[in-house]
């Protein structure tokens, strides 16, 4: 999900150098969404591990 958010974010920087102001501003919410989005998965995981770990000992 972090890749995707990558690619939109380059659309955007792209699409903006080429003066698309609305493709660029479309592109970088979703890139922006998608970040907070894997951002919230990961934090989501680690607190998974390391309730996982604490039972294990």
Same mark, same amino acid.
């Given at each position: /999900?972090?890749?995707?958010?990558?690619? +939109?974010? #380059?659309?955007?920087?792209? =699409?903006?150098?080429?003066? +698309?102001?609305?493709?660029? !501003? &479309?592109? !970088?919410?979703?890139?922006k969404?998608?970040?907070? #989005? &894997?951002? =919230?998965?990961?934090?989501?995981?680690?607190?998974? &591990? +390391? /309730? =996982?770990?604490?039972? &294990?000992?």
């Open positions: /999900m972090l890749k995707w958010a990558i690619i +939109f974010f #380059v659309i955007s920087v792209v =699409a903006g150098l080429l003066g +698309f102001s609305g493709v660029s !501003a &479309a592109s !970088a919410g979703i890139a969404i998608l970040f907070y #989005v &894997a951002l =919230a998965i990961f934090v989501l995981f680690l607190v998974l &591990a +390391f /309730m =996982a770990g604490s039972i &294990a000992f």
